[in-house]
């Protein structure tokens, strides 16, 4: 079955970096998209970033553009999130999850997420 | 950005009643239109994908329909597992954009 694993969560200070890993099996890595998606405590969810199947496109939201980094290593199975610049407004539960299809946009698995906190 | 709109944003219901969510979008997206249902201190999980297709194992109690700017989730009967917050999702535009949730508690 499906599996979707993150880690690396942590409290960090505001201005610091983090990288996020998520590990997959039960699917080909490669044939699928991954997104990462936050949920703020007690807020909705929003997405973060994609990356295409073979890693050459990738999107991010506004509100992280320039300071986080997404990646991934077919060979590992494995969806990274390097984190830089982080603000206090960052501070989230930060789920990975599969695309339906090459980067359609439709989350069909999920992560059980990664907490990340910025704090001084 | 598409922005997403849901109502109610909150909902007092007994199981076996129908409830209905509704999820409007400030353009239209044809049907790029997704649910996910999130319980407490879980993951969410997708419920229907491109507005009308059920999620693998979804029940069949779970109804989505509409198209364009407007969409509408529909829960019938409603059972004690399905007290949950819901969120729809555009999938039209690759800065893909969530509704702020519907929490669905039992009255």
């Known amino acids: 079955q499906v599996q979707l694993v993150e880690s690396g969560g942590g409290v960090v200070q505001p201005g610091g970096s983090l990288r996020l890993s998520c590990a997959t099996s039960g699917f080909t890595f490669d044939d699928y998209g991954m997104h990462w998606v936050r949920q703020a405590p007690g807020k909705g969810l929003e997405w973060v970033a994609v990356i295409s199947s073979d890693g050459d496109h990738k999107h991010y939201s506004g509100s992280v553009k320039g300071r986080f980094t997404l990646s991934r290593d077919n060979s590992k199975n494995t969806l990274y999130l390097q984190m830089s610049s982080l603000r206090a407004e960052d501070t989230a539960v930060y789920y990975c999850a599969k695309d339906q299809r090459a980067a359609a946009g439709t989350f069909d698995h999920w992560g059980q997420g990664t907490l990340v906190t910025v704090s001084s | 950005d598409i922005q997403m709109t849901q109502s109610p944003s909150s909902l007092s219901a007994s199981v076996g009643d129908r409830v209905t969510i509704t999820c409007r979008a400030n353009?239209?997206?044809?049907?790029?239109l997704n649910w996910y249902q999130q319980k407490p201190k879980k993951a969410p999980k997708l419920l229907i994908f491109?507005?009308?297709n059920l999620g693998s194992g979804v029940p069949s109690r779970f109804i989505g329909s509409g198209s364009g700017t407007d969409f509408s989730l529909t829960i019938s009967p409603l059972q004690p597992e399905d007290f949950a917050t819901y969120y729809c999702q555009q999938s039209s535009s690759t800065l893909f954009t969530f509704g702020p949730g519907t929490k669905v508690d039992v009255k």
């Open positions: 353009q239209t997206i044809s049907s790029f």
């Open positions: 491109s507005a009308t």
